[in-house]
């Protein structure tokens, strides 16, 4: 079954050029604002009084913008960002094929790449050395385990240790 599919990577980045596009409109407010105010200062005459007005709306002006973008790309930009940079290395990254037996799930938040990560633990056979040892294969915060049993034999195709694929055998 496909655990990561290519739809997610066209609906990331929908996501990540929407909320850029957002930014970009906020932008062009803020500068034909900006231009409007230096315009009207330096209509002005000399001397008068009419610059403190000026003043008064375009530093808080400033301000709220700046604040506006730390916080929208250093939050909800970064984080879209991330995840689409992370799932077009899953789309072209290189693959590898493994097969394990299933242990446990587990749930405490891994981050990779700036995306939030939960894991599988399989056993896997070291191909080496003929040893076991155990192998957290990554799969996104936000989505559900895939369905499996303890001891179940599975199947899986990752990329930088993320589950794009799994079969159970």
């Given at each position: 079954m496909?655990?990561?599919?290519?739809?997610?990577?066209?609906?990331?980045?929908?996501?990540r050029n929407k909320l850029l596009t957002?930014?970009?409109i906020v932008l062009a407010i803020f500068v034909v604002l900006s231009v409007?105010?230096?315009i009207w200062y330096r209509l002005l005459p000399y001397g008068s009084n009419h610059d403190i007005i000026i003043r008064l709306i375009a530093y808080p002006l400033t301000a709220v913008f700046v604040v506006f973008s730390f916080i929208f790309l250093g939050i909800p930009y970064k984080r879209a960002n991330k995840y689409y940079q992370l799932c077009t290395h899953l789309k072209n990254g290189i693959r590898e094929t493994s097969e394990g037996e299933f242990l446990e799930y587990d749930e405490s938040k891994t981050?990779?790449?700036g995306v939030d990560m939960k894991a599988l633990v399989f056993i896997e056979k070291s191909g080496y050395k003929g040893r076991d040892f155990e192998r957290k294969v990554l799969v996104f915060y936000e989505k559900p385990f895939p369905e499996f049993s303890k001891g179940?034999?599975?199947k899986y195709i990752t990329q930088g240790n993320t589950l794009i694929?799994?079969?159970?055998?």
């Open positions: 496909e655990y990561f599919t290519e739809n997610e990577l066209i609906a990331v980045k929908r996501q957002i930014y970009l409007g105010l230096f981050i990779k790449d179940e034999r599975v694929n799994y079969e159970k055998i």
